[in-house]
């Protein structure tokens, strides 16, 4: 099985601030790899997809990078309204996906 | 606009049964595949099942096959997660969650998603 880390498992930092989120897969996975958003009681979101490619309406200040075993998420100037945990997701052994454990984001 | 909403859920003792819904409006159902994912209180997001979109393949996580069944009918747009045989630890908030890919294998890139149902299990 793929197993995904994420690192780190949570951050503060102030708004304004550039955040980055590493996530690393077991095995190469090419670019298989999606970043979620979940607030506070509400589901996941999806933001990125196929490791680098925003999804449709997403603010630009989203961004995903990396291939085979390693990957980054940054966001380039955090918002208030970006506190929330997110997640990695791996797809290169279809049909089955797995999550990375979850990065939470808080405001300093 | 794409509208997915769960039901079903509620306290239930171990060992016993539930079945989730997971109704669907806004895009045509019959061509997209659909998740099941749940979340532990507090704990991160787990895949639980998936279904393409003509019901012709489905596959489980090993922490629930053949335990779980999912299942859809396309006439009522609906998705259903039959849980059998439940433990403690499937106390979960479960999300039903669209695939991207419409037609054929899919994606697993998981494009749109409910609010979730809370499945208690407890005796």
């Known amino acids: 099985d793929i197993q995904m880390t994420q690192s780190p498992s949570s951050l503060s930092a102030s708004v304004g601030d550039r955040v980055t989120i590493t996530c690393q897969a077991s095995?190469?996975?090419?670019?298989?790899l999606n970043w979620y958003q979940q607030k506070p009681g509400k589901a996941p979101k999806l933001l990125i997809y196929?490791?680098?490619n925003l999804e449709t309406g997403v603010p630009s200040r989203f961004s995903g990078s990396g291939s085979g075993t390693d990957f980054t998420f940054t966001i380039s100037s955090l918002q208030p309204e970006d506190i929330a945990t997110y997640y990695c997701?791996?797809?290169?052994?279809?049909?089955?996906?797995?999550f990375g454990p979850g990065t939470k984001v808080d405001i300093k | 606009q794409v509208q997915l909403v769960e039901s079903g859920g509620g306290v239930v003792q171990p060992g016993r049964s539930l079945r989730l819904s997971c109704a669907a409006s806004?895009?045509?159902?019959?061509?997209?595949?659909m998740h099941w994912v749940r979340q532990a209180p507090g704990k991160g997001l787990e895949w639980v099942a998936v279904?393409?979109?003509?019901?012709?393949?489905?596959y489980y996580a090993d922490s629930v096959k053949g335990r779980f069944t999912i299942s859809r009918d396309n006439s009522k747009n609906t998705l259903y997660l039959q849980m059998n045989s439940l433990r403690a630890e499937d106390t979960a908030v479960y999300y039903c969650?669209?695939?991207?890919?419409?037609?054929?294998?899919?994606?697993?890139?998981?494009?749109?998603w409910g609010q979730g149902t809370l499945v208690t299990v407890s005796s």
């Open positions: 997701q791996q797809y290169d052994n279809l049909p089955v996906v797995t």
């Open positions: 279904i393409w979109y003509d019901g012709s393949n489905k």
């Open positions: 969650a669209r695939d991207r890919r419409e037609v054929g294998v899919v994606a697993a890139t998981l494009d749109y």
């Open positions: 196929d490791a680098s």
């Open positions: 095995q190469d996975i090419s670019n298989y």
């Open positions: 806004g895009f045509t159902f019959s061509s997209y595949g």
